[in-house]
């Protein structure tokens, strides 16, 4: 089984994204009367173009998600994945928001799980070996989410058909590096 580890800020959203719906969501947050609006509210929290990069990497690579952000145990923000028919397998256990020990929590107890990614826009929370299977997204700050280009690459490793070797010892800072 195919995983997706999905984070939200910064993946199915950004600062920019938001401050432009941030009207819209004050407006509507003032008369949130019945489940189904709470459910809608979720939607304007996350960017349409986000969320069609994400169906397109489980239609094309047969994965389900499991959620790991601070959100996860929301109601209304699963239940608007689900009506995205975005299938959620599960969340990762709440472990002091260490998302690291949560991911490795989730893979021990979950042995049917045989390759996974993980999208989120910061890493330096993972583990080495989970680095191998970041697929990072720009910073909440500054970015505007999931794009085309992770969404290439994440379908290219959850279908082997391109692996992330190793990590880099280091990183060029410079044009020339120093030998």
């Not at 459910?39 to 239609?59: G, Q, V, W």
């Given at each position: ?45 996350m ?18 998600v ?21 299938p ?20 021990k ?6 390759d996974?990614?993980?999208?989120d ?30 969404v290439?690459?994440a ?23 120093e030998?």
């Amino acid at each position: 089984m195919k995983v997706i580890f999905l984070d939200k800020d910064g993946v199915l959203n950004s600062k920019n994204y938001l401050m432009k719906e941030q009207q819209i969501r004050n407006a509507f947050s003032k008369i949130l009367r019945t489940e189904e609006d709470k459910i809608r509210y979720e939607m304007f929290s996350m960017n349409p173009k986000c969320l069609h990069c994400l169906k397109e990497i489980i239609l094309e690579t047969g994965s389900f998600v499991v959620l790991t952000n601070t959100d996860r145990f929301n109601e209304y923000f699963q239940r608007f994945l689900e009506m995205c028919k975005i299938p959620i397998y599960g969340v990762t256990p709440y472990l002091g928001n260490k998302r690291n020990l949560e991911i490795d929590a989730y893979l021990k107890e979950h042995q049917e799980i045989t390759d996974y990614i993980i999208l989120d826009d910061e890493e330096k929370t993972f583990s080495e070996e989970q680095k191998l299977h970041l697929i990072q997204t720009d910073s909440y700050l500054k970015g505007n989410g999931l794009k085309d280009q992770n969404v290439e690459e994440a379908i290219s490793y959850l279908n082997g058909i391109q692996r992330k070797k190793e990590l880099s010892p280091f990183r060029i800072t410079s044009k020339y590096p120093e030998w």
